[in-house]
């Protein structure tokens, strides 16, 4: 008998029931809840339904909370205000665990979810986010919904789905200087494409994994999205199990033991059969920088703009004419010729406080050239980073120290990139309009977008660090 892939045991372990059709009923062990999934509770109360497991479903304020408020009622703006308020009243109604503004542990969802151990190696756990492929990083099956399958999941704690086909992409070697897990992921949907991942669980492997610490393998999990797959995990191993250990939703005591002994069998098996396989060789990955309209559009910092007359596929050719057009570029210019007028450090792609660090170690001693906002993924985050001095860091060198929230990746809360302003961003989408009407991005790394906040245009943080 073959054996079976990571997703291929998770999944097992959660089947309920399986139709001919292809269709299955798994359950679903944990979700969280974002502010906007609140409609998901009026259908429940149209309906007259409850909800099945109320300590199983988190609920937290985070795409439409405005990055400089710290209570409810400093919210103006109605459309941003009532999703807070709404899913704060549901939770309190159905009894579902809700982290609100005044409550530290609140945050991004798919920072709070591993920070709190809700997200655990082996489970199933869904979000009505795209980005909830961010918790597959500690070894489970994790994946965004739509707000009907949301309502389904409260009332039932299960969900249906068909089993996705399964790819593998290996990352070996050892990454150069001065690059970042940011940059992994960016390579590998350069190289596979936005929809290389579609109708795939992608599990990512290889020697740059291992070495890659918790938070990297998060900011990869995250970005699985953009490369077309809805499911982006990693196996479970000793750093995994580390990063768990003691956080306030894990288990403890002999609970802990058998879930540890448990958990130690979440890889792949060695005769596993994959649908397809991809491998990049991290030494030879660089900062990235996004160029155009789509995730794939990226390209080393030391590249040039490329040239639609070099493309010889004519659909390709106007994509890229198309892309530059609305980003304002010449073919063929430096990528480190760009000017910004924004600069972003935030989203559930790099909000992380090992992400802070790395961004405040660019920041010290350099003054920021541009509006730069630095937006924590949680309060604890916030607070540890203020424990540690960066919070200063950052203030000195005339950048925005601002609240927990989404912030400006989605432009719901009133971080808004101006149209026609370009902005040197670390969140996950550089779709047209994304951070805001006419807003123009480029997706990069915390020290990226550092480099250019302190340079005011797209620079090699290497050299910047090596001028230093």
Known sequence: MAGKTLFQKIWDNHVVVARDDGKTLLYVDRQLLPDWQHRAFDALVDQGRTVRKPKQNFAMPDHSVPTTVTTVEEITEDVMRVPVEELARHSKNFGVVHFDLTDERHGIVHVVGPEQGITLPGLIVVCGDSHTSTNGALGCIAFGIGTSEVEHVLATQTIWQEMPKQMRINIEGELGYGVTAKDVILAVIGKIGTAGGTGYAIEFAGSAISAMSMEGRMTMSNMTIEAGARFGLMPVDDKAIDYVKGRPYAPTGEKWEQAVTAWRNLQSDEDASFDREVTLDASEIAPMVSWGTSPQDVIQVTGNVPDPAQEGDSDRKADIASSLEYMDLQAGMPMTDIKVDKVFVGACTNARIEDLRAAAAVAKGRKAQVETLIVPGSGLVKKQAEAEGLDTIFIEAGME????????????????????????????????????????????????????????????????????
Do not use: Y
Request: overall charge positive; proline content about 4%.
């Open 401 to 468: 120290w601002r609240q927990p929230g989404c912030s400006m990746c989605c432009a719901l809360n009133g971080d808004i990139v101006g149209s026609g302003e370009r902005v040197a961003a670390t969140n996950n989408r550089n779709f047209r309009g994304r951070q805001g009407p006419g807003s123009r991005t480029h997706l990069v790394s915390p020290t990226m977008a550092v480099a250019a906040s302190v340079t005011g245009r797209i620079t090699d943080v290497r050299k910047l660090m090596e001028e230093a």
